[in-house]
Nanobody
């Protein structure tokens, strides 16, 4: 089974909101993992979007999304969410969940664990 599973993507209109979910498998729960979100648009490199540390007390966002994106954690459900408000066509991408015990490495494309991605498509 996949160690991280994303859900919540879909086809939406500009101005809509989405909440993406990243569920952590039981297999990974013995480790204190920082969790983050990346996205990759067609023809572009995968880029870091937001991260949250294992306890939920520290977050980090790329500057271009800080005003519209919120990352948060539900520890009881072993799930990390990415709430995206006021969606724009340029947000269209495959969104990936990642996890890593190292905070710095979690925010790079070399993070240890990855989900398979969920597609977000925003129409104008």
């Amino acid at each position: 089974q996949a160690q991280l599973v994303e859900s919540g993507g879909g086809l939406v209109q500009a101005g809509d909101s989405l909440r993406l979910s990243c569920a952590q498998s039981e297999r990974t729960l013995t480790r204190s993992l920082n969790v983050g979100w990346f996205r990759q648009a067609p023809g572009k490199e995968r880029e870091f979007v937001a991260g949250i540390n294992w306890s939920g007390g520290t977050t980090n966002y790329r500057d271009s999304v800080k005003d519209r994106f919120t990352i948060f954690r539900d520890g009881a459900k072993n799930t990390v969410y990415l709430e995206i408000n006021s969606l724009k066509p340029e947000d269209t991408a495959v969104y990936y969940c990642a996890a890593d015990p190292n905070w710095a490495r979690l925010q790079t494309t070399t993070a240890e664990y990855w989900g398979r991605g969920t597609q977000v498509t925003v129409s104008s």
